[in-house]
């Protein structure tokens, strides 16, 4: 990974951030992703795929989505055609494209469609176990010269979001209990 792109989620901790591949394969993310949406599942099979996530089963304890915007999946699938023609001989990238034509019939039905999109930011509701619902804004960005993309999540200054995304990174990956005892 370019050092500018480490440097980007070591400067930022007060911004949850990850960092895909060109199949949208989850590289590296900084604590505050973590505390967000929970430590990232073993890299074993489509376990740390954004697209797997969107289409058929995110992570267990993955914050529950309230809403998704359609345009966002439209992209997806756009990026996966983008590096199928781009990457023709990756058998990993080409094996995750055929299981989620088995498994998803709107991932299907975009990808037989020839559908061209473009990630746009987007509002994004997650329901969190610990902090409730968060209303999140999510930008893309780029970083130029590689496949590597940046998902950024970010709340509107003094919302309620804000202030439970300021719990959030206070209490990091750790469960509330609300037992109010020391062990």
Partial sequence: ??????????????????????????VTWNPFWAALFGDPPPSRGFAR????????????????????ETGHRAAFVSDLR????????????????????TRSSDFTALWDSGVVAVHESLTKTVRHASVGELTLGCDFLAALGTDLRIMAFSAAEGSETTERLRLLDVIGVQALTGTGTDT
């Fill in 1 to 26: 990974m370019p050092g500018g792109v480490q440097r980007l989620l070591d400067r930022l901790t007060g911004t949850p951030l990850s960092v895909y591949d060109a199949a949208w394969n989850l």
């Fill in 49 to 68: 795929n954004a697209v797997w996530w969107s289409f058929v089963a995110p992570p267990a304890g993955y914050p529950q989505a309230v809403s998704r």
């Fill in 82 to 101: 983008a590096a199928s023609a781009r990457y023709p001989k990756d058998a990993a990238l080409a094996a995750l494209i055929d299981e989620l034509r």
